[in-house]
């Protein structure tokens, strides 16, 4: 998962599985949450985002599950393709703070 | 057209050079920010504006200076480049999130800066 300091975390998977990342946050105030993909030589691109009120949302493929409780949050891909191979960020509305984020490598 | 453009994408340039980067974006938001990236890491931030006369400090502002020319323009200067300021740099815009500070981020395709 990712963690804030350390060096980028990789996720192998074989596609066509399932990809989890996960992405811890600190601040009980945030109540907006964002996850970006970065490929390489690109700038970071949204892909889904979740507020406070809710637990899960689903788009196209993806879907980001909250835990308020444990501030905990996941993005779920399903059908892991060649073209998410990329570096994910998880995001929240009151801190600027990326993190290292996750580096998911899809295998052949 | 892209939304959010910086120039220049590369530039190589000498230590105690000064450099201006520039980031314009066609998406009409007020807020603006520059970050900057070094490889395998994450996103630090250097400066943000919420508008034309509001500019603030991020995480790592020293040895950088920005100017909001417009509501579309936001430009970020190396006074005396550095060899440590090699890095991936991003200009990015964003709305209100509407419950904090910050919202869904658009980012530019970035500038690869090298400092010799």
């Known amino acids: 998962g990712e963690s804030v300091g350390l060096h980028l975390p990789t996720l192998s998977v074989q596609e066509g599985d399932n990809s989890i990342i996960n992405c811890a946050y600190s601040?009980?105030?945030?109540?907006?949450f964002i996850w970006y993909k970065q490929e390489s030589g690109k700038g970071p691109q949204f892909i889904i985002d979740i507020r406070s009120n809710m637990d899960k949302r689903q788009g196209q493929r993806v879907t980001v599950l909250l835990n308020k409780t444990v501030k905990h949050l996941s993005l779920q891909i399903a059908a892991t393709q060649p073209g998410d191979s990329a570096v994910y960020f998880c995001?929240?509305?009151?801190?600027?703070?990326f993190g290292t984020g996750t580096r998911l490598k899809v295998l052949a | 057209d892209a939304d959010v453009t910086q120039t220049p994408r590369n530039r190589i340039t000498k230590t105690g050079k000064r450099i201006m980067l520039e980031c314009s974006q066609t998406k009409g938001h007020d807020r603006m920010y520059w970050y900057r990236q070094d490889p395998g890491l994450g996103l630090q931030l250097i400066y943000y504006?919420?508008?034309?006369?509001?500019?603030n400090k991020g995480e790592i502002s020293d040895g950088y200076s920005v100017s909001r020319q417009a509501q579309a323009k936001f430009s970020l200067s190396l006074e005396s480049a550095i060899p440590n300021q090699t890095a991936l740099y991003f200009c990015?815009?964003?709305?209100?999130?509407?419950?904090?500070?910050?919202?869904?981020?658009?980012f530019g395709p970035g500038t690869r800066l090298t400092v010799l």
């Open positions: 601040n009980s105030a945030s109540d907006y």
């Open positions: 504006s919420f508008d034309v006369k509001d500019i």
């Open positions: 995001a929240e509305n009151h801190e600027y703070i």
């Open positions: 990015a815009t964003s709305e209100p999130s509407g419950t904090g500070d910050v919202g869904k981020q658009f």
